[in-house]
């Protein structure tokens, strides 16, 4: 076998390889030969029919499947022998394949680029920290009591926060619109489920009455036959019930797996998940730091079937956020361009962190696996449950060991950048508000440079 590496531009390659017509031919005959024990044919004998005949009827298609098969063969060999390092499907084309001379064809594609890693040291992110005050933990407190909350049916006109059941009828221009009908549906008033108008036409109603109202929808409203239109709404409420939380007691506790029943260890186990929370929410603020900082340190080129690759999988995975069924083709008649700036930086950003972990020989060993998968656990019930899981589903703990890989990589590179101390609070920084979108106009941000090879 003869190759020829021609370099197109600085990613595409173009190998011309070329397999002697012996070695050819001899895979042709050899799977004619197969063909002929085995082929039945009118007028002639199971296992009888001649060559020549064979040759005939089925030469032109074992040639093309011969080809096809050798292509594959030949390129995988080129590749290994001449160091390539394909960053996508080759689109293989057939130069010469004819009888008696040597079968020829080219392998188009594009190789990964060589990355070549800038000064770490360069990379500068902001750390925010905080400290779960009494007043986060009573807030946290109320929020959980919240989610517990039930509504009591109550003989009285409808407020802010009571829940109402109701049947409805709306009409825009005398004729019922689609959506616009109901029976016994249920939602909180003021909690944003109804439009504004809605909400307003059933407050100060009680259970029986039945009511008419105007109602306009938002401009910005989903459905676009209704936006910024007025519609009549014709409404019967069924029932008013009013929201009850839960007492703080051992009742409520042992909902949170507290079985001692008691408020102080109630705290502290919130406390607890609170300050999970919040580390999680400061190494995710890191990440997307160190990331950022990553892509704009380093400029080279990156291999357009590879960003191609990427756009696919983001269409794909939006469709499965939107629950869409697989083959519905709505997201992915999305133009590329939509993903097009995301998956680039994608796939530059995992070139750079690929070539970190070589780079560092770094590896998800045993014990980091087993230690992020218990942080994980942490948070359940029955946490063991939970491990066990993990260790015996395959493909989710190759993502575990993925993510431990990462956070290797993110401390590789925090331990040689600039790292400044930013003070804040636990709820900006759950919020994702701690880090100012404008460093450089953000003068109340209390900050301590830390270089990176102090202890975090």
Same mark, same amino acid.
């Given at each position: 076998?003869?190759?020829?590496?021609?370099?197109?531009?600085?990613?595409?390659?173009?190998?011309?390889?070329?397999?002697p017509s012996e070695t050819f031919e001899g895979q042709i005959t050899e799977r004619l030969n197969k063909s002929a024990s085995q082929v039945k044919l009118p007028g002639f004998r199971p296992g009888k029919v001649p060559m020549r005949e064979v040759r005939r009827r089925f030469g032109k298609a074992v040639r093309a499947?011969?080809?096809?098969?050798?292509?594959?063969?030949?390129?995988?060999?080129?590749?290994?022998?001449?160091?390539?390092?394909?960053?996508?499907?080759?689109?293989?084309?057939?130069?010469?394949?004819?009888?008696?001379?040597?079968?020829?064809?080219?392998?188009?594609?594009?190789?990964?680029?060589?990355?070549?890693?800038?000064?770490?040291?360069? @990379?500068?992110?902001?750390?925010?920290?905080? *400290?779960?005050?009494? +007043?986060? =933990?009573? &807030?946290?407190?109320?929020? $959980?009591?919240?989610?517990?909350?039930?509504?009591?049916?109550?003989?009285?006109?409808?407020?802010?926060?009571?829940?109402?059941?109701?049947?409805?009828?709306?009409?825009?221009?005398?004729?019922?619109?689609?959506?616009?009908?109901?029976?016994?549906?249920t939602f909180v008033i003021g909690a944003g489920q109804m439009i504004e108008d809605f909400d307003k036409g059933v407050a100060g109603q009680s259970a029986g009455a039945e009511v008419t109202f105007d109602a306009t929808f938002p401009q910005d409203y989903q459905a676009e036959n209704l936006a910024g239109n007025t @519609?009549?709404?014709?409404?019967?409420?069924? *029932?008013?019930?009013? +929201?009850? =939380?839960? &007492?703080?007691?051992?009742? $409520?506790?042992?909902?949170?797996?507290?079985?001692?029943?008691?408020?102080?260890?109630?705290?502290?186990?919130?406390?607890?998940?609170?300050?999970?929370?919040?580390?999680?929410?400061?190494?995710?603020?890191?990440?997307?730091?160190?990331?950022?900082?990553?892509?704009?340190?380093?400029?080279?080129?990156?291999?357009?079937?590879?960003?191609?690759?990427?756009?696919?999988?983001?269409?794909?995975?939006?469709?499965?956020?939107?629950?869409?069924?697989?083959?519905?083709?709505?997201?992915?008649?999305?133009?590329?361009?939509?993903?097009?700036?995301?998956?680039?930086?994608?796939?530059?950003?995992?070139?750079?962190?690929? &070539?970190?972990?070589?780079?560092?020989?770094?590896?998800a060993d045993t014990e980091a696996v087993r230690a992020h998968i218990d942080t994980m656990a942490a948070g359940y019930a029955d946490a063991e449950q939970v491990v066990n899981w993990y260790y015996s589903n395959p493909e989710q703990l190759q993502r575990v060991e993925m993510a431990v890989l990462e956070e290797k990589?993110?401390?590789?590179?925090?331990?040689?950048?600039?790292?400044?101390?930013?003070?804040?609070?636990?709820?900006?920084?759950?919020?994702?508000?701690?880090?100012?979108?404008?460093?450089?106009?953000?003068?109340?941000?209390?900050?301590?440079?830390?270089?990176?090879?102090?202890?975090?």
């Amino acid at each position: 076998m003869n190759v020829s590496v021609e370099t197109m531009n600085n990613l595409e390659r173009r190998l011309t390889i070329s397999v002697p017509s012996e070695t050819f031919e001899g895979q042709i005959t050899e799977r004619l030969n197969k063909s002929a024990s085995q082929v039945k044919l009118p007028g002639f004998r199971p296992g009888k029919v001649p060559m020549r005949e064979v040759r005939r009827r089925f030469g032109k298609a074992v040639r093309a499947e011969v080809a096809g098969e050798l292509m594959q063969s030949s390129f995988v060999e080129a590749i290994t022998n001449e160091s390539l390092s394909p960053a996508g499907s080759p689109n293989l084309e057939v130069v010469k394949m004819d009888p008696g001379i040597d079968f020829e064809f080219t392998a188009s594609f594009e190789v990964f680029p060589s990355v070549v890693l800038g000064n770490l040291s360069e @990379v500068e992110v902001l750390k925010p920290s905080a *400290e779960i005050s009494d +007043a986060d =933990l009573d &807030e946290m407190v109320e929020k $959980l009591r919240e989610q517990r909350k039930t509504f009591t049916p109550v003989e009285r006109p409808a407020q802010k926060d009571d829940q109402v059941k109701v049947d409805f009828v709306g009409r825009m221009d005398g004729e019922e619109f689609d959506g616009g009908k109901g029976e016994g549906m249920t939602f909180v008033i003021g909690a944003g489920q109804m439009i504004e108008d809605f909400d307003k036409g059933v407050a100060g109603q009680s259970a029986g009455a039945e009511v008419t109202f105007d109602a306009t929808f938002p401009q910005d409203y989903q459905a676009e036959n209704l936006a910024g239109n007025t @519609v009549q709404f014709e409404v019967k409420v069924v *029932e008013v019930a009013e +929201a009850t =939380l839960p &007492e703080l007691g051992p009742e $409520l506790f042992k909902e949170f797996q507290v079985e001692s029943g008691e408020e102080s260890d109630f705290r502290d186990q919130v406390r607890s998940n609170m300050q999970r929370e919040l580390d999680t929410a400061v190494r995710n603020q890191l990440r997307s730091q160190v990331m950022d900082e990553l892509a704009r340190l380093h400029e080279f080129p990156i291999p357009s079937s590879t960003v191609s690759a990427e756009i696919q999988g983001m269409k794909q995975q939006m469709m499965q956020q939107m629950q869409m069924p697989a083959g519905a083709g709505a997201g992915m008649d999305l133009p590329d361009e939509l993903f097009s700036e995301q998956a680039e930086r994608r796939v530059k950003v995992g070139l750079i962190v690929n &070539e970190i972990v070589q780079t560092n020989k770094l590896e998800a060993d045993t014990e980091a696996v087993r230690a992020h998968i218990d942080t994980m656990a942490a948070g359940y019930a029955d946490a063991e449950q939970v491990v066990n899981w993990y260790y015996s589903n395959p493909e989710q703990l190759q993502r575990v060991e993925m993510a431990v890989l990462e956070e290797k990589v993110i401390d590789t590179i925090l331990n040689q950048a600039v790292v400044n101390d930013l003070s804040s609070s636990y709820a900006d920084i759950i919020a994702n508000k701690a880090l100012p979108s404008d460093e450089s106009d953000d003068e109340s941000a209390e900050l301590t440079s830390e270089s990176g090879d102090k202890d975090e």
